[in-house]
């Protein structure tokens, strides 16, 4: 006659696995699955696309969602600014300026000012900044000059920036101008 093996019934409590261990709690916002769940031995963020072998660059990378801070529009101005920034770096501009403006007009609160080496290199770096910022979720309000490219003008709303060549960059002289901060202004009228 075969020998039947009893089996011990348990009942379980919550966060324990059948073997007996006691699982971390999850809380209500991943009960609510607003996240992936994480497993223990899963890569998480730049390690799992890198790899577990391979070192993660440190290099900082630029968000087009402003910072929480507690001007929301002064937050978007400086992810504006910072897109606008990177975008010229890419692709080699040469002598960027950034000139606040605010108090000197209405137009804009912010200047910047790049210049590029031909007027192909002028046109190439003034559509990577509207490429860039309309990836970025910042949709300019217009471009002029990109038909003859000795000066390229992109319209941001609150940020115009300007990209020329060198010798148009001298002639205008657009650092002097709008660089004047106000105290020198009322010294000079």
């Known amino acids: 006659m075969p020998v039947k093996k009893k089996t011990k019934t348990t009942t379980k409590k919550a966060g324990e696995t059948s073997a007996g261990a006691v699982r ?7 009960k609510a699955g607003a996240g992936p769940r994480v497993g223990a031995g899963a890569k998480v963020g730049a390690e799992a696309k890198a790899g577990a072998g391979t070192k993660v660059s440190a290099e900082p990378k630029v968000s087009a969602k402003p910072k929480k801070t507690a001007d929301p529009a002064a937050a978007r101005a400086e992810a504006l600014k910072a ?48 490429e ?29 920036v300007h990209v020329m060549l060198p010798r148009v960059r001298e002639f205008y002289g657009l650092e002097k101008l709008w660089d004047m901060t106000v105290t020198k202004r009322a010294a000079r009228a």
């Open 83 to 130: 897109v606008v920034i990177r975008a010229l770096e890419d692709m080699k501009a040469l002598e960027i300026k950034v000139l606040d403006v605010r108090g000197l007009t209405d137009v804009a609160d912010t200047m910047v000012i790049a210049s590029g080496t031909s007027d192909r290199h002028v046109r190439s770096v003034a559509q990577n900044v509207v």
């Open 132 to 160: 860039k910022t309309k990836h970025a979720g910042f949709r300019p309000h217009g471009v002029e000059g990109q038909q003859d490219s000795d000066w390229v003008l992109i319209d941001l709303h609150d940020m115009i």
């Open 24 to 30: 971390p709690k999850r809380s209500a916002k991943a």
